[in-house]
């Protein structure tokens, strides 16, 4: 429709004029001067008629006296079909693109709304024809539902060109079960627990629900020592996604295929993942820290769970030997199993271990220790009690713990006491044997003094014994008897650090000693004391005292004495 004139003007057409297969767009509209408005015209019979006129068809112009007509005629003819029959093939929920080569046999360009049968098929709504040319026409099959052996989706696509002709073809749909919706990979190490999110898409316009099945593929018998978990079934709104969550868990190293499906339990339709677990060695499941003091046990336990229905023997390892652990532990079917073990260090630092818990079924279990040993605490103290001038030995005892022979190195921080360089000892294993050193207390000087012994081995670790030594005012000793005409000898060691004289008097002149002068430091002098009996023939017996007496020197102000008492007889009158 052309507007020739000067002003503008609305128009609307009589609809109630058309027959109800006849329409007309736009009904009414608004046209300007010089404007021209295009109108189309769909003819859509329902029953087959040759000829077919609709006469005096009306619109209103405004301002116009007269309202505009125009005549439409249509033919209803049997629709042809084209022999080919269109095939399509994809998964459920998948889609297949194919195109069509169709002819406008006229000689005239038109617009055509193909009509398409069956709801898994769509195409463009409008298709632009040249005259007597071929143009492409893409139709998409896209099945929301899969097909039954035998039974394929139907439908039907249906041009229909301006000279009454028409074109039709039929289409066949193929929907083969879903794919996987993903293939999922996952790396873990054995004993830890994977979880796994999935969304899961409901692709109607209403709620579903689905059943959920979780299988593991492969191995093909797996058993308890594999586990695969998650609920039973998730609701999902229409056109929604929600995510399905799921764990999984090994005790051994390997290769797990699983699937998961979910399937509506009323329809049958269903989509799943199929996801891979790789299960690495296993990692540290825990660490345990234990602190004690040196030779002191600490004990602590690990927790092993068995899941199998048969009991379970794991082997243990430890490449510290300051951990005692049994060598075995059976764990029983179906149940959880507690190793105790112990922490026995023999020397003093920090450390680390790893102990390892092994069977053919249920694989490794790491556990690092972090190991403290504290120093050891002091032993009891030694007391040790002496003459000015005498010792005093004690047999010192100790429990060896060293796993070897050893030799253990003796010292002690004070002068006073005295032990060997060295001790050798056996094995003591765990339960540790005994040991034992002698200590000799020799003091110089009166009063108390403290000291330290140290018995230390590379392997056996360091024993410390405080000492405690008390040294008091020589006392007299003897008597000494002594025959007429002969001698004895009375050992005398100086015990002070330094070379020192000394004075040797008795008091009766029938005792006669040999000796004297200066000793030095730690030497014993023999000395001898001869006894002449008087020649009177008197029996006796005769009796005199022998006192050593140092002499005051720088180190040594206050002189000290050694009182020896002596008798003398005749042999008949012994």
Known sequence: MTNTGDSSARFNWK???????????PLQGFINPGMEVSFQVTFAPVELRNDTRYENLSCFV?????????????SCIATSTSREV??????????????????????????????????????ALSVNFEPHQNTAFTITYRPMTMTTSGKKHQGSVFFAFPDGTGMLYSLQGTADPPKAEDTIVHELPAKTSRTVLLPVHNWLSRQQRFLVQLEIVKPDKPDATVSLR??????????????????????TEGQFNTKVTFRHHETGEYLFYLVTFKATSPGVLSTIELVTPVRRAASATVQVENPLTTASCLTTEC?????????????????????????????????????????????????DLLLRALPPAPEKTVHFNALLGRSHTITVKFINYARFKTTYFCKTDYPDFIVDKSVSVTPGFHVGSEASVDVCFEPPQLGEVKGQLSLSSGVGGEYIFPLHGLCLTPQSQGPFTIKAGGNI????????????????????????????????????QNIQVSFEAPPDGSPGPWFGTLTISSQSSEGHRKPYSWVYYLKGHRPESL
């Open 15 to 25: 609809t109630e004029d058309f027959p109800a297969e006849l329409s007309i767009v």
């Open 62 to 74: 405004e301002g116009s006296s007269s309202p505009i007509t125009f005549t439409v005629t249509g």
């Open 86 to 123: 269109v095939n399509f093939v994809c998964p459920v929920r998948g889609s297949h693109t194919q195109t069509l080569s169709v002819l406008n046999p006229t000689n005239q360009c038109c617009s055509i709304t193909p009509v398409i049968e069956g709801e898994h098929w769509s195409a």
């Open 230 to 251: 998650g609920i039973k079934f998730i609701d999902v709104p229409a056109h929604a996604n929600r995510d399905y969550e799921m764990s999984f868990f090994t005790y």
């Open 319 to 367: 490449k510290s030997r300051d951990i005692i652990v049994p060598p075995q532990h059976t764990v029983p079917g179906q149940s959880k199993g507690v190793l105790p073990f112990e922490y026995k260090p023999l020397q003093a630092g920090e450390s680390t271990a790893r102990l390892t818990l092994f069977s053919s079924e249920l694989g490794h279990f790491h556990y």
């Open 489 to 524: 000898i009375i050992p005398f060691k100086n015990v002070f650090l330094q070379t020192t004289a000394f004075s040797f008097l008795v008091d009766n002149h029938h005792f006669t000693v040999k000796g004297g002068g200066s000793i030095k430091s730690k030497e014993t």
